[in-house]
């Protein structure tokens, strides 16, 4: 029986924590409340193969489509192969998806050639698989601690100059304390309060990532961040759901035009980051005025029932989007970067796994297929569970890459995080949130990138006064925001989801990734 902790509280956790408390003594951390997390609020679905006319193969073609030549085809056919397993599993957890008579309810979500995307309570999808995982989790695991924060994941290293994993050093109500751990599970989420348009909650800022990297692990795909195309343009960005444009939404603009048809052949239903940008252009000729998403075709019932959490969104804002249409704008949404990791969620750390958006399979390349998501955080959580106490490999997760093909970039956390005495001022958060939209955002170019990565360099963390969550947060979304700034520079192209205004074309030479590392020289 192995001493397993897994840091996260969506889905990848709470099934990591579940299916590993059958055979360990599980440590479940989180540092909100047990639902708190991005699966909670998960509108689109999740995406698998549960219909006759459909097929692994094309759920497959689609998801390398998307990734834009850059998904890693191994870690794919994983996703798409265990996709109709992960949902009879949920079933019989008590997730209540969504049905027509005896069969699923299947919507259909952009870039996808089929209807697959699954939904729980119309476009509450992911409050019901979170509600029924806590619950189980509940039951099960061993130890739970919510509002807790993870500060590091503590390494050994041995004579033979291998680092592995003892533990973790957390920080609860009463103070530091340190937890033991023969493996350790990173599913934190992933950095979306890096932006200051955001769907993320306020919970996710890296955390994992950041923990990781500093542990020795490597990142891959940083400079890949997914803006979703439609979020309500109010405080909080509340996102509106791929879905409601699965179901005949449009986008226009202030003159009531569609534009997105004048883009892309599949119009609102193209790639997330092509109607994103599609939004954002919009936005510059109209002066930075919100575009308008119009559902008022659909009707009020309609709408009511199959967008509940929406509408009822929409009309705390005092907005009635089934006889008016309401703005938009594009908001962080997905990372498809993070700790590079095997199919089974190995990092190159020995005991050290990351599953979830916290972690890098590969599957979803330069731009996450929609609904993927949640789908590739059950397969990789149970795969991960499913490998404890086996050997680990020497190639995780290098074994993706056999000959070598990659860019490697260096960070000194000493530098980013500054040494004693420097005279450099603490960050500010909603500083470097703005600092990372308007330079490392939607469109980038080298001048941006460079003004961004010389602000950067200016702040540093108020280490010194390191007491309350919010000061290791913002640690942690500098360190994140030096790394993904870098790994944006180094990609003198434009594929999937980074987009290069001074490198428009996607360069067949460059479908390679971008790893980051970082360096203590102390």
């Not at 697959?116 to 099960?140: E, F, K, M, Y």
């Not at 195309?229 to 791929?242: D, N, Q």
């Not at 009707?299 to 929409?314: H, N, Q, T, V």
Request: aromatic share 6%.
């Amino acid at each position: 029986m192995a001493n397993v902790v897994v840091i996260g509280s969506g889905i990848a956790g709470l099934i990591a924590a579940v299916d590993a408390s059958a055979h360990h003594h599980v440590t479940l951390i989180t540092k909100a409340d047990l639902a708190e997390s991005n699966t909670h609020y998960a509108q689109g679905g999740i995406s698998a193969v549960t219909s006759s006319d459909d097929s692994i193969a094309e759920h497959v073609e689609d998801t390398m489509v998307a990734g834009a030549g850059l998904s890693w085809l191994p870690a794919v056919e994983v996703l798409c192969a265990e996709g109709p397993g992960s949902i009879a599993d949920l079933v019989a957890w008590g997730v209540e998806f969504d049905r027509t008579g005896a069969e699923f309810a299947r919507g259909l979500e952009a870039a996808h050639s089929h209807p697959r995307v699954l939904h729980a309570g119309g476009d509450a999808t992911g409050a019901g698989i979170s509600n029924a995982l806590a619950a189980a989790a509940r039951s099960r695991v061993a130890e739970i601690l919510e509002h807790t924060f993870v500060i590091d994941v503590a390494t050994h290293t041995d004579l033979a100059g291998t680092r592995s994993v003892v533990g973790v050093s957390v920080l609860t109500a009463s103070g530091p304390r340190f937890v033991d751990a023969d493996v350790v599970i990173l599913a934190s989420g992933g950095a979306g309060q890096l932006y200051r348009h955001t769907t993320n909650p306020t919970v996710t800022t890296g955390d994992g990532v950041a923990a990781g990297l500093r542990a020795g692990a490597v990142l891959a795909d940083l400079e890949f961040y997914q803006f979703h195309p439609t979020a309500l343009a109010v405080p909080g960005s509340f996102l509106i759901s791929e879905a409601v444009r699965g179901e005949g939404a449009v986008l226009i603009n202030n003159a009531g035009e569609r534009f997105m048809q004048k883009i892309h052949p599949l119009a609102e239903l193209a790639p997330r980051d092509v109607v994103a940008r599609g939004v954002q252009n919009e936005m510059r000729s109209q002066g930075g005025q919100p575009v308008l998403l119009d559902a008022t075709a659909l009707g009020e019932k309609f709408l009511d029932e199959r967008f509940p959490s929406i509408s009822k969104a929409c009309r705390r804002y005092g907005l009635d989007w089934s006889t008016t249409p309401v703005p938009i704008t594009p908001a962080a949404h997905y990372w498809m970067g993070g700790i590079a990791t095997d199919v089974d969620g190995r990092t190159s750390v020995p005991g050290l796994y990351a599953v979830g958006e916290v972690g890098c399979t590969g599957a979803h390349g330069a731009n996450r297929l929609a609904s993927n998501s949640l789908l590739e955080s059950i397969v990789t959580s149970r795969r991960a569970v499913r490998t404890i106490g086996l050997e680990w490999p020497e190639h995780a997760p290098a074994g993706r890459w056999p000959n070598g093909a990659v860019t490697e970039l260096t960070l000194s956390i000493d530098d980013i995080y500054g040494r004693s005495g420097e005279p450099r001022p603490v960050v500010d958060r909603v500083e470097l949130q703005t600092l990372m939209w308007d330079n490392v955002g939607l469109a980038r170019d080298a001048e941006g990138l460079s003004a961004a990565a010389t602000q950067l360099a200016r702040w540093r963390p108020a280490t010194a006064e390191h007491r309350v969550f919010p000061d290791w947060e913002d640690a942690n979304l500098l360190l994140l925001a030096h790394a993904v700034t870098a790994a944006a520079q180094a990609r003198h192209e434009s594929r999937g989801a980074h987009y290069r205004l001074d490198y428009l074309d996607t360069k067949p030479e460059l479908a390679r990734p971008i790893l980051v590392k970082a360096t203590n020289n102390a």
